[in-house]
């Protein structure tokens, strides 16, 4: 039996047409079915017109909504982990917005595909929330539909105390901060004493010519970034390897077999000459290179504990060969990514921190470009051309305001593009956003990132973009929980 | 206003107080954002009605609310547990006194339903022409009495009063309330305003 109800308001009304499925007495007048929810609302030219997940989706919105301007408190919307359909947000002054998706409302050929946005005045939001009142009032029509009204727990409130209360010890601790922050960087940078030249005189050229090698070829040598933008003590032996053109202009070994034939070489290699009672409390992290023969020709640092501890590692005695060796880069590599941990060591193919998929740049010159390490793409990633990620800190950073609003540009974009919270494990990525609000570079931080990367929106994201106008690298990650957190790569400090 | 005939009060009266459902975990009284958020209301009320302060008594026998409200100055009492006003009596205010009060402001709202309506719409196009209140006779009428009841009744001293010390910031608390109350006119408003005085109470 098809059923009709209607709830009217002066500014809007519902009307529900369902059918009753159930035929005991008494129940037959009761709607179990909805099958077209009509929601009209004045000063509207056509109806939102939609199925049963639109409706329920809308009730709970205004019922949410309703609480919402009671407390002041801003209620959510939908129920954890499904889609927002329908939502409401405040306006300016009297207004209000009704937010419907496209996908769950009919509003006939004028529907282009975007989220439909409804201005509603407080007495039309009323009249529309009081015709959901009316709803749930009727127990004859979609009894499972309740209110559900419930206090909002206190983790989403935010304290009461005044803004400008509120405020105050964040600005006198960023205060502190800022003149911490200054006053060490007054200090001179501490000289680091030079274990390698005493340990190895026999290499004292290497060292001086390296040495100034790297401070000429600042940007692609693979450094933490010191705060204040002071070069941080580079061991001498450490600098060896780290910039030779090794990196930048040794043809790369392919052929799958032998990557993995070479791996098991280094490995073992490094397995067997690891001291004995060799304890790694800090996870240390190596880009290591291994010639054609399986000869270590050269190793850069990963982080800092790496550098700090190169000396624990066999890393410096099995590269000591090829220290002196001119014309390394003539030769074909294989890279591996080395890791020290307690646990022992670990040995996987090297998965492209620095270079990553791009878009196809306007300025198709990579080489050209000094500031960038541009390397060839691993096998496993998407074959098109490549953008570096230099390791170096901006150095003429773009100013706070900036950066804080392409910061919440780009999480908005991520937020709106992506189909469904990404569930799992959390993934990171290095994501060069430019100011027109495009991303133009991402990087998968690790393997699961990169494996993972056909669930971010990322891939869909990426525009093509002149390569030398101006961009924040950010480091975006989706949490285990599917949340996107987005904050600058380099750290807030820097631009401040 | 007379009760007509009291003896028949008496049964509907834990009846239409029951019907208030308290939320889980919450305190055995009223919060202190719960105090002032009804005291604001019924504020709001006065300033469009100028014997509200009546009404809110007549309102309180009509729907049998006597013994949880007791008159005049148990009402003052109670409203004065506001901690913003300036002679605040810092009293607890009991769940059946919150819940009495809640139902009177829903009760005094909806009879003053037309009016509210009214208001809003007239801030609506003079906030759409960009006009000031003035332009609207009844809305700057209501926004006036509103700012002095204010003035005259919180402590100015307070940061939850201070917040409020210019006429535009008054004006916006009015309107804010205003619409606070067409919400309570509704079929569920006071179960609504109920149950939104104890946002961010429970865990």
């Given amino acids: ?496 | 206003m007379q009760v007509q005939s009291p003896p028949t009060v008496q049964p509907s009266e834990p009846q239409l107080i029951d019907q208030l459902a308290t939320p889980n975990g919450v305190a055995s009284e009223c919060s202190r954002r719960a105090k002032t958020q009804i005291d604001f209301l019924l504020l709001a009320i006065e300033a469009l009605d100028l014997g509200g302060a009546e009404a809110m008594l007549a309102a309180a026998k009509e729907l049998g609310l006597e013994n949880v409200v007791q008159g005049r100055v148990n009402l003052w009492l109670l409203r004065s547990s506001n901690p913003l006003r300036r002679f605040s009596q810092r009293e607890p205010m009991s769940l059946s006194e919150g819940k009495a009060l809640v139902l009177i402001t829903c009760f005094l709202a909806k009879r003053l339903t037309v009016l509210i309506r009214q208001l809003l719409l007239g801030y609506q196009q003079l906030s759409d022409q960009g006009l000031s209140f003035e332009h609207h006779f009844r809305l700057s009428d209501y926004l006036s009495r509103f700012r002095s009841h204010f003035r005259a009744r919180m402590n100015a001293k307070r940061a939850g009063v201070i917040v409020y010390a210019t006429d535009e910031k008054l004006n916006e608390l009015a309107i804010e309330l205003l619409t606070k109350l067409l919400f309570c006119t509704g079929t569920d408003g006071a179960n609504r305003l109920w149950v939104s005085l104890f946002d961010g109470e429970v865990s």
């Fill in chain 1, 1 to 496: 039996m098809t059923i009709r109800r209607q709830y009217q308001l002066p500014n809007c009304s519902l009307i529900l047409d369902g059918l009753s499925i159930d035929s005991t007495p008494g129940d037959e007048e009761v709607m179990s079915l909805l099958v077209n929810a009509e929601c009209r609302i004045s000063g509207l030219e056509r109806s939102l017109n939609g199925n049963y997940s639109f409706f329920s989706a809308l009730v709970r919105a205004v019922s949410q909504y309703s609480q919402e301007l009671l407390s002041g408190f801003a209620h959510p919307q939908v129920i954890e982990d499904e889609t927002l359909l329908v939502h409401i947000n405040p306006g300016d002054g009297p207004y209000h917005h009704l937010v419907v998706q496209p996908e769950i409302a009919d509003l006939g050929e004028s529907g282009d595909g975007r989220a439909i946005d409804i201005k509603l005045s407080s007495v039309q939001l009323f009249d529309l929330s009081e015709a959901v009142d009316q709803f749930f009032d009727d127990t004859q029509t979609l009894p499972e539909l309740e209110p559900l009204l419930s206090p909002l727990p206190r983790r989403f409130v935010r304290t009461e105390e005044p803004l400008s209360d509120r405020a105050l010890p964040a600005v006198l601790g960023i205060g502190g901060l800022v003149a911490a922050t200054v006053a060490i960087g007054l200090l001179p940078v501490p000289k680091a004493p030079n274990p390698a030249k005493a340990d190895r005189p026999d290499q004292p050229a290497q060292i001086s010519d390296a040495t100034s090698t790297n401070s000429a070829n600042d940007k692609s040598s693979n450094r933490p970034p010191t705060g204040d933008g002071t070069e941080p003590a580079v061991d001498g032996l450490a600098a060896a390897n780290l910039s030779s053109p090794l990196w930048d202009k040794a043809p790369r070994i392919t052929d799958e077999t032998k990557l993995a034939a070479l791996q098991q070489t280094l490995e073992s290699k490094i397995t067997g000459s690891l001291a004995p009672n060799a304890n790694f409390t800090e996870v240390l992290d190596y880009q290591v290179a291994v010639n054609e023969a399986g000869e270590l020709v050269g190793y850069r640092f990963g982080n800092d504990a790496a550098l700090r501890d190169v000396d624990n590692t066999p890393l410096p005695k099995l590269a000591r060969a090829n220290a002196n060796a001119q014309g390394l880069e003539k030769a074909a590599i294989a890279q591996y990514q080395v890791a020290f941990n307690a646990d022992g060591i670990a040995v996987s193919p090297w998965q492209d921190g620095t270079a990553v998929a791009a878009a196809p740049a306007v300025d198709s010159s990579p080489t050209a470009d000094p500031a960038k390490t541009t390397q060839p793409a691993p096998a496993n990633s998407p074959a098109n051309s490549t953008v570096a990620f230099d390791d170096a800190p901006p150095t003429t950073p773009p100013d706070l305001l900036e950066v804080e609003a392409l910061n919440n540009q780009l999480k908005q974009t991520i937020v709106e593009n992506r189909n469904q919270p990404r569930v799992g494990s959390a993934t990171t990525y290095r994501v060069r956003f430019n100011q027109a609000g495009e991303v133009v570079a991402y990087s998968p931080v690790d393997s699961d990132a990169s494996t993972a990367v056909n669930e971010t929106p990322l891939p869909k994201l990426l525009t093509a973009a002149p390569k030398n106008e101006p961009a924040v690298d950010y480091r975006v990650v989706f949490t285990e929980r599917g949340v996107v957190e987005v904050s600058p790569w380099w750290g807030w400090s820097r631009y401040e």
